[in-house]
């Protein structure tokens, strides 16, 4: 049964619906196990930019292909904000479309732990960010008590790893001053210390200074100097510490700068965070092919400092010339 056609024949029929959009809640199980749908609708209103007009609940569906009508007429409920989904909810609702269909899912949950609390992670998000779903749950009192929001965890926010550059520019600034504009620093990308990596492989980010030689015509050349400090993460995403390898390091030379491939900017892009690309790389052959690109594209960059700290990284260097 296409509930969607059903309730859209049924609502562009019904009085007072023109200029509203219909909306169609997620499916919530009557007694005895039948699913049924709750129809509302949504408007824009001219000067309301972080929200919208909602309808009351004007139709019900069940599976059967039954409506009944619960308004004479579409009518204006409130005001329902809205706002971006976080990374937290956007990872809940794809975990959900990887698990089926909500109406699968309301099958399995009273024998399946796991697709009742995915159930209930779900529907607790709908409760908190749809105006119209109180009406819903108030019609049906055991589905809220099945949901017990206040003692679900709807989604867990991920939390980025500290950033190297929180301790390379303290470093830098105690090295060569504030206000100097002629040396910045830079950092390698992660190096792992052993290879195949595992989430707990440690990934080091040596820092070093280039001073650019201004005069030249692009790409110029710059003057780069041995490595003066690494930031070692201990595991893919875990905390960070500093170590010192030189108070003023000496130069390497200088080299000719160098415009990025065609595909650069691209490719940085789909691997996306380096030390996760990293990771998926040891499994999966395209994101491997991918990591390799990247570094040999960076080891012509760097042709002064990559064969130095390289050779601490004699199996991942091997990965990463391999044809």
Same mark, same amino acid.
């Given at each position: 049964?296409?509930?969607?056609?059903?309730?859209?024949?049924? =609502?562009?029929?019904?009085?007072?619906?023109?200029?509203?959009?219909?909306?169609?809640?997620?499916?919530?199980?009557?007694? !005895?196990?039948?699913?049924?749908?709750? %129809?509302?609708?949504?408007? =824009? +209103?001219?000067?309301?930019?972080?929200? *919208?007009?909602?309808?009351?609940?004007?139709? /019900?569906?069940?599976?059967?292909?039954?409506?009944?009508?619960?308004?004479?007429? &579409?009518?204006?409920?409130?005001?329902?904000?809205?706002?971006? $989904?976080?990374?937290?909810?956007?990872? #809940?609702?794809?975990?959900?479309?990887?698990?089926?269909?909500?109406?699968?899912?309301? +099958?399995?949950?009273? *024998?399946?732990?796991?697709?009742?609390?995915?159930?209930?992670?779900?529907?607790?998000?709908?409760?908190?960010? /749809? #105006?119209?779903?109180?009406?819903?749950?108030?019609?049906?009192?055991?589905?809220?008590?099945?949901?017990?929001?206040?003692?679900?965890?709807?989604?867990?926010?991920?939390? !980025?790893?500290?950033?190297? !550059?929180?301790?390379?520019?303290?470093?830098?600034?105690?090295?060569?001053? /504030?206000?100097?504009?002629?040396?910045?620093?830079? /950092?390698?990308?992660?190096?792992?210390?052993?290879?195949?990596?595992?989430? @707990?492989?440690?990934?080091?980010?040596? &820092?070093?200074?280039?001073?650019?030689?201004?005069?030249?015509?692009?790409?110029? +050349?710059?003057?780069?100097?041995?490595?003066?400090?690494?930031?070692?993460?201990?595991?893919?995403?875990?905390?960070? %510490?500093?170590?010192?390898? *030189?108070?003023?390091?000496? @130069?390497?030379?200088?080299?000719?700068?160098?415009?990025?491939?065609?595909? *650069?900017?691209?490719?940085?892009?789909?691997?996306?965070?380096?030390?996760?690309?990293?990771?998926?790389?040891?499994?999966?052959?395209?994101? %491997? !092919?991918?990591?390799?690109?990247?570094?040999?594209?960076?080891?012509?960059?760097?042709?002064?400092?990559?064969?130095?700290? $390289?050779? @601490?990284?004699?199996? =991942?260097?091997?990965?990463?010339?391999?044809?």
């Amino acid at each position: 049964m296409d509930i969607s056609s059903l309730l859209n024949e049924c =609502f562009e029929r019904h009085p007072g619906s023109r200029g509203w959009v219909l909306e169609i809640m997620p499916p919530v199980p009557e007694p !005895d196990g039948q699913l049924v749908y709750y %129809a509302s609708a949504r408007r =824009f +209103r001219p000067g309301l930019s972080d929200g *919208h007009e909602v309808a009351a609940l004007w139709a /019900k569906a069940d599976q059967r292909g039954n409506v009944t009508l619960l308004t004479d007429a &579409v009518s204006l409920l409130g005001i329902e904000g809205v706002r971006p $989904m976080t990374r937290g909810e956007i990872a #809940l609702f794809e975990e959900v479309e990887r698990a089926g269909p909500l109406e699968d899912l309301w +099958r399995r949950a009273s *024998h399946d732990g796991g697709a009742a609390m995915l159930l209930r992670r779900r529907y607790c998000f709908w409760s908190r960010v /749809k #105006l119209v779903s109180r009406e819903v749950l108030a019609r049906h009192p055991n589905v809220a008590a099945f949901l017990d929001c206040a003692r679900v965890t709807i989604a867990v926010e991920p939390v !980025d790893p500290p950033a190297p !550059d929180s301790l390379i520019w303290p470093e830098f600034l105690r090295r060569y001053g /504030k206000g100097n504009n002629v040396w910045q620093p830079r /950092k390698t990308p992660p190096l792992p210390a052993s290879w195949p990596l595992i989430r @707990s492989t440690a990934l080091n980010y040596y &820092v070093w200074s280039i001073r650019v030689l201004q005069a030249d015509e692009v790409p110029k +050349r710059r003057e780069t100097s041995e490595p003066w400090g690494i930031v070692v993460r201990a595991g893919v995403g875990g905390p960070i %510490a500093f170590t010192a390898l *030189h108070e003023l390091p000496p @130069s390497l030379g200088v080299q000719q700068g160098r415009r990025p491939s065609d595909g *650069h900017f691209a490719l940085s892009r789909e691997l996306g965070d380096l030390d996760q690309a990293l990771l998926r790389a040891t499994q999966d052959p395209v994101a %491997a !092919d991918g990591v390799r690109r990247y570094y040999q594209e960076w080891f012509l960059d760097e042709e002064l400092l990559a064969p130095l700290v $390289m050779r @601490s990284h004699r199996a =991942f260097d091997a990965f990463v010339r391999r044809a």
